[in-house]
């Protein structure tokens, strides 16, 4: 642990004040991804996301996030081949899938739990006694996660799932099992960029719950299928799919203001707005936003620019209503227009988060097994003392 971590550390404890929620404390020390929330910038191993995030392929981010820098050609080749011939799942992860499928109360989110804990089947547990095999089982769960969603949403739908085929990209080649057809290149690139801009931010509540898994010296599996129930709340991942309904409930341009005016009266959130770090414009949303009117330039043209107008009334709406606040347009606002422009089913949308963190789990797993310490903080007791029976 760097010195002013451990500085802040010690005043915590010398001090007794108390974090909540652990805001603004240090745990450890990291290279795998900066937020700065007063400048509106992320930064993933060194590159800026705006840099990327639309240039390359999510085999290529994958390679970024777990090495720390983009791979050769050559190195690439190989990358990709492994990770496009580990797509199948196994038999008995299939069979579950589909029987939770089969059941409308089961949340994709806890199906990809399910799917994702059932490979410890076929791999074991996978500790920290052999990075390289816990980097090659990680990658080999990276590519078998699109499979496990594909399956359950087919099976949801009451058709049978697709075999994931080998020549596909990774985003390119869920769409197909989601749907028989290969994708129009548009729609692939937009969710190829959405897994991209979503594969790492900080030391996010799903991530420090993967972190705080492998820092008891768990397993591999333990720790993502943590991280994924994590993931699942709506405070962490689970609100694009609301952010959508919210556009389609204000339903014309005319309607957004009083909309806004209403949610806040009754101290409500509006979706989509708003971060607990970012201060300004959420990087992710600028990124999504260009990505966003790309692929929808065309027949779809007409509703982008109604949800660009809803947006800048809604904030225009939001400074009035609470000055000084700075509530700006988050990740989650742009997720669920381009997903919804891709063909994806809100339902979806969580789970589409998780497939774009799992890469990035991955790599602050293997960080954390580098230079391992329990993460153990504490409670101040507020309780009573010396209580008789």
Same mark, same amino acid.
């Given at each position: 642990?760097?010195?002013?971590?451990?500085?802040?550390?010690?005043?915590?404890?010398?001090?007794?004040?108390?974090?909540?929620?652990?805001?603004?404390?240090?745990?450890?020390?990291?290279?795998?991804?900066?937020?700065?929330?007063?400048? *509106?910038?992320?930064?993933?191993?060194?590159?800026?996301?705006?840099?990327?995030?639309?240039?390359?392929?999510?085999?290529?981010?994958?390679?970024?996030?777990?090495n720390g820098e983009f791979p050769d050609q050559d190195t690439l080749e190989q990358f990709r081949s492994m990770m496009?011939?580990?797509?199948?799942?196994?038999?008995?992860?299939?069979?579950?899938?589909?029987?939770?499928?089969?059941?409308?109360?089961?949340?994709?989110?806890?199906?990809?739990?399910?799917?994702?804990?059932?490979?410890?089947?076929?791999?074991?547990?996978?500790?920290?006694?052999?990075?390289?095999?816990?980097?090659?089982?990680?990658?080999?769960?990276?590519?078998?996660?699109?499979?496990?969603?594909?399956?359950?949403?087919?099976?949801?739908?009451?058709?049978?799932?697709?075999?994931?085929?080998?020549d596909l990209g990774h985003a390119e080649n869920f769409l197909y099992m989601l749907t028989g057809e290969v994708p129009?290149?548009?729609?692939?690139?937009?969710?190829?960029?959405?897994?991209?801009?979503?594969?790492?931010?900080?030391?996010?509540?799903?991530?420090?719950?993967?972190?705080?898994?492998?820092?008891?010296?768990?397993?591999?599996?333990?720790?993502?299928?943590?991280?994924?129930?994590?993931?699942?709340?709506?405070?962490?991942?689970?609100?694009?799919?609301?952010?959508?309904?919210?556009?389609?409930?204000?339903?014309?341009?005319?309607?957004?203001?009083?909309?806004?005016?209403?949610?806040?009266?009754?101290?409500?959130?509006?979706?989509?707005? *708003?971060?607990?770090?970012?201060?300004?414009r959420d990087p992710r949303a600028e990124v999504l936003a260009r990505a966003a009117k790309v692929l929808y330039e *065309?027949?779809?043209?007409?509703?982008?620019?109604?949800?660009?107008?809803?947006?800048?009334?809604?904030?225009?709406?939001?400074?009035?209503?609470?000055? *000084?606040?700075?509530?700006?347009?988050?990740?989650?606002?742009?997720?669920?227009?381009?997903?919804?422009?891709?063909?994806?089913?809100?339902?979806?949308?969580?789970?589409?988060?998780?497939?774009?963190?799992?890469?990035?789990?991955?790599?602050?797993?293997?960080?954390?097994?580098?230079?391992?310490?329990?993460?153990?903080?504490?409670?101040?007791?507020?309780?009573?003392?010396?209580?008789?029976?």
């Open positions: 642990m760097g010195k002013n971590n451990a500085i802040c550390q010690m005043t915590a404890i010398e001090t007794d004040r108390i974090y909540i929620g652990l805001e603004n404390v240090y745990v450890a020390e990291t290279k795998m991804s900066h937020v700065d929330g007063e400048k *509106g910038k992320l930064t993933i191993r060194g590159y800026p996301l705006e840099e990327f995030a639309q240039r390359k392929s999510n085999e290529e981010v994958a390679y970024l996030l777990l496009w011939n580990s797509r199948e799942i196994p038999e008995a992860t299939r069979e579950l899938v589909e029987k939770a499928a089969k059941n409308k109360n089961v949340h994709s989110m806890s199906a990809l739990q399910m799917g994702v804990a059932s490979l410890a089947i076929e791999f074991g547990d996978i500790s920290s006694s052999d990075l390289e095999r816990v980097k090659e089982v990680g990658l080999q769960i990276v590519a078998k996660v699109p499979t496990i969603l594909a399956t359950f949403w087919r099976k949801r739908e009451g058709v049978d799932p697709i075999p994931p085929r080998n129009d290149p548009k729609k692939s690139r937009a969710l190829e960029t959405y897994l991209n801009v979503v594969a790492d931010h900080g030391f996010n509540a799903s991530t420090f719950v993967a972190r705080v898994i492998i820092s008891t010296n768990s397993d591999l599996i333990s720790a993502i299928t943590g991280a994924i129930g994590s993931l699942k709340g709506d405070k962490h991942g689970g609100a694009p799919g609301p952010a959508l309904d919210m556009v389609f409930e204000i339903g014309e341009i005319e309607r957004t203001r009083e909309y806004v005016i209403n949610k806040v009266n009754n101290k409500e959130v509006i979706m989509g707005f *708003g971060h607990r770090v970012y201060k300004v *065309g027949e779809n043209q007409a509703f982008y620019d109604k949800v660009i107008q809803m947006e800048q009334i809604i904030v225009e709406t939001l400074d009035e209503l609470k000055p *000084g606040r700075n509530i700006r347009t988050n990740v989650e606002f742009y997720t669920a227009l381009l997903l919804h422009g891709v063909g994806l089913k809100p339902e979806i949308f969580s789970s589409m988060f998780a497939m774009g963190r799992i890469a990035g789990w991955l790599g602050h797993i293997l960080e954390q097994y580098s230079n391992n310490r329990l993460i153990r903080p504490r409670a101040k007791y507020i309780g009573e003392f010396d209580k008789k029976l």
